[in-house]
C-alpha cells in the first residue's frame, strides 16, 4: 500500500464556491492502491502548488501524489509549471498515454499540458479538473502505477519483461 496526497487547484474551490467532486473521485479511484494522507484545495496560485507539492514530497514523503485541475490553457492554469519548477526527472510517458487515451474520445484532449515527474522518491501526476477526465484519464494509467511505485521505491526489479533466471 502507497501513501497519496491530493492537490485541487481551484480558485473557486479553494474559497468553498464549488464542491470538489475530481479530488473526491481520485480518492475513490485509488482505495485499492494505497491510503489518502492528505487532501487540499488550493486556489489556482503557482507558488502555492508548488509549495504543497514539496510539503507532502519532503515533509510528509507520500509516495504519490495526483493534481486535478489548472492543466488548460486558462490564464490561471499554472498547474504544469508549478509541478515541473519543483520535479527532479520528468515521466513523459505518463501524461502522453492520458492525452493519447483521452483524444479517442475528444479532439479537445490535445489542449492539455498535464505533466508528471519524481521529486526524490515521490511520484506526481497533473489530471484534468473534472470528474469524468479524472476517471478517464486514471484507467488508463492505473494499471502501471503500483508497479512503476515499487520501482521508485526500491521494492521490485526493473521493467525488463525477462524471467528472473
Do not use: W
Amino acid at each position: 500500500m502507497f501513501s497519496i496526497g491530493i492537490i485541487t487547484a481551484s480558485d473557486k474551490g479553494s474559497r468553498g464556491e464549488r464542491e470538489d467532486m475530481s479530488g473526491k473521485t481520485i480518492a475513490e479511484m485509488l482505495a485499492g492502491l494505497g491510503t489518502v494522507k492528505r487532501y487540499v484545495v488550493v486556489p489556482d496560485d503557482q507558488a502555492v502548488i508548488s509549495r504543497e507539492i514539496i510539503y507532502m514530497a519532503d515533509e510528509l514523503k507520500i509516495d504519490l501524489i495526483l493534481t486535478t485541475g489548472g492543466t488548460g490553457l486558462g490564464p490561471r492554469d499554472v498547474t504544469p509549471e508549478a509541478t515541473l519548477a519543483v520535479i527532479d526527472r520528468q515521466v513523459p510517458g505518463i501524461a502522453e498515454a492520458m492525452r493519447a487515451k483521452s483524444l479517442e474520445k475528444t479532439s479537445r484532449a490535445m489542449l492539455s499540458r498535464a505533466v508528471a515527474g519524481l521529486r526524490g522518491r515521490t511520484l506526481i501526476i497533473n489530471l484534468p479538473g473534472s470528474p469524468k477526465g479524472v476517471r478517464e484519464c486514471l484507467e488508463v494509467v492505473l494499471p502501471a502505477l503500483e508497479h512503476g511505485l515499487a520501482i521508485m521505491k526500491g521494492e521490485a526489479g526493473e521493467c525488463g519483461g525477462a524471467p528472473a533466471h
